[in-house]
């Protein structure tokens, strides 16, 4: 896993972990808000995370999806990176 990713998965880790009673709208806000910050450090490292990404994220961390079909999309979306 790349350093960038593992960042990502502990922010939005523990986003989850402190927002646990909120609200579901309030949880998504918290987590849109997580996604801009990130994608902002990840542009600072010359990486760049589509919209069509960040709402792959968004999903599976809202509970949309589950983490095997989340994989699974990330897989399929890799394969048209050129």
Same mark, same amino acid.
């Given at each position: 896993m790349k350093l960038a990713d593992q960042t990502y998965n502990q922010l939005l880790e523990g986003i989850l972990v402190e927002r646990k009673s909120a609200s579901m709208k309030e949880l998504e806000a918290d987590l849109i808000r997580a996604m801009r910050s990130t994608k902002a450090s990840l542009q600072v490292e010359?990486?760049?995370?589509?919209?069509? /990404? @960040? %709402? &792959?994220?968004?999903?599976?961390?809202?509970?949309?999806?589950?983490?095997?079909?989340?994989?699974?999309?990330?897989? /399929? @979306? %890799? &394969?048209?990176?050129?």
């Open positions: 010359g990486l760049h995370v589509t919209d069509q /990404e @960040a %709402s &792959l994220v968004l999903s599976r961390m809202m509970g949309d999806i589950s983490q095997a079909e989340f994989l699974q999309r990330a897989k /399929e @979306a %890799s &394969l048209h990176v050129r």
